[in-house]
């Protein structure tokens, strides 16, 4: 197929509800932009920056949705497919991985839905902040198991007043999992569900980003949805690779690429095919090699930072802001968690 993936999405992707929700602060709006990608495999946007993308397939048999952000969403979203799709219910609810920023959707489903995950999560919606951490940098740093305004960071703190129901000014774990449904399917491994003639794989990511995160991929479709560790044709970020050895997160791309697809539907920002994996991969690798040479060469961190420049990728989004961060985050990576499992 020569046609470019991202062009197939963004042709097909019709404003089907577009709607001020007076909740947002004055001239904030959530927007929900659902389009079909193919055979009743839709993907959903949500505005700008970095706001979460999801998908959703719809069969004779009823609905596979993954990832609802958030309740604001999940509430616009309900009589969407309800109107659209009146025969056909959420039978199954995919929860990627237990961040709120992916599944603080999902409990307005649980009327109709299973609830289906890989068995790490349940551990983590029961855990503490310091067993379960936001998404993000946010970490209960004086361990008291709730977070102050300060300890909350990026979306957390963004977030705060929301999470904050009984407004004491701190978020305990409970509030912030408060709209997450908790899983009812539980698997190991990878795990199959067939819907309506389709099959949809949920592929545990193993030990990239957080250890309950799966990536869904679409088979009959030639479509993976991933995210939260792959960032197309940008800097972004990567959190000193979510304090595991980036050759961690470079073997699990290269097994990606094994898959059969065509459109890759990331979590967040912009989705493309199946070469913008590969780039993505292959900046890794030269990154990698680039941090290596310059520990070998006895550089500081600092001194990296100064000196290295990777002119080809000078046009990816966050190249200026974000690159001394990608370059710390390596070092870090390559140092101090080399010998992380
Ligand atoms: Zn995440």
């Known amino acids: ?63 596979l949705l993954v ?16 109107e659209r799709f009146p025969d056909q219910p959420v039978r199954y609810v995919v929860e990627s991985h237990y961040h709120w920023d992916h599944v603080g959707g999902t409990r307005q489903f649980a009327d109709t839905a299973e609830f289906v995950a890989h068995e790490n999560m349940a551990a983590f919606l029961a855990g503490t902040l310091s067993e379960a951490p936001p998404p993000g940098n946010t970490r209960d740093t004086d361990g008291d198991n709730r977070l102050s305004r300060e300890e909350a960071l990026t979306g957390t703190r963004a977030n705060f007043d929301r999470f904050d129901t009984n407004e004491d000014d701190f978020l305990t774990p409970e509030e912030i999992n408060a709209d997450i449904e908790p899983p009812t399917i539980l698997f190991s491994g990878d795990h199959e569900i067939e819907i309506g003639g389709y099959r949809v794989q949920l592929l545990w990511a193993r030990n990239r980003h957080t250890n309950d995160l799966i990536d869904v991929y679409f088979p009959d479709h030639g479509v993976l949805f991933a995210g939260d560790y792959i960032w197309i044709n940008r800097m972004c970020c990567n959190f000193a690779f979510d304090e595991r050895p980036m050759s961690v997160w470079i073997e699990s791309l290269r097994a990606l690429e094994e898959l059969d697809f065509d459109i890759l539907i990331n979590s967040h920002f912009a989705s493309g095919g199946k070469d913008d994996l590969v780039a993505f991969r292959v900046w890794l690798e030269t990154l990698e090699a680039a941090v290596s040479a310059g520990i070998a060469d006895g550089l500081t961190l600092e001194q990296m930072q100064e000196q290295l420049t990777f002119d080809a990728y000078s046009d990816w989004a966050g190249y200026e802001q974000q690159l001394p961060t990608m370059i710390e985050s390596a070092y870090l990576s390559l140092t101090r968690y080399s010998a992380a499992p």
């Open 1 to 63: 197929m020569s046609m470019k993936p991202l062009r197939v999405v963004s042709f097909l992707a019709v404003a089907l509800v577009s709607v001020a929700v007076s909740a947002q602060p004055p001239g904030r709006q959530i927007e929900l932009n659902i389009g079909e990608i193919r055979d009743g495999l839709h993907v959903v946007t949500t505005g700008a920056g970095v706001s979460p993308v999801f998908v959703f397939l719809a069969t004779d048999e009823g609905i």
């Open 67 to 82: 990832d609802p952000p958030n309740p604001t969403v999940a509430n616009l979203l309900k009589p969407a497919l309800d």
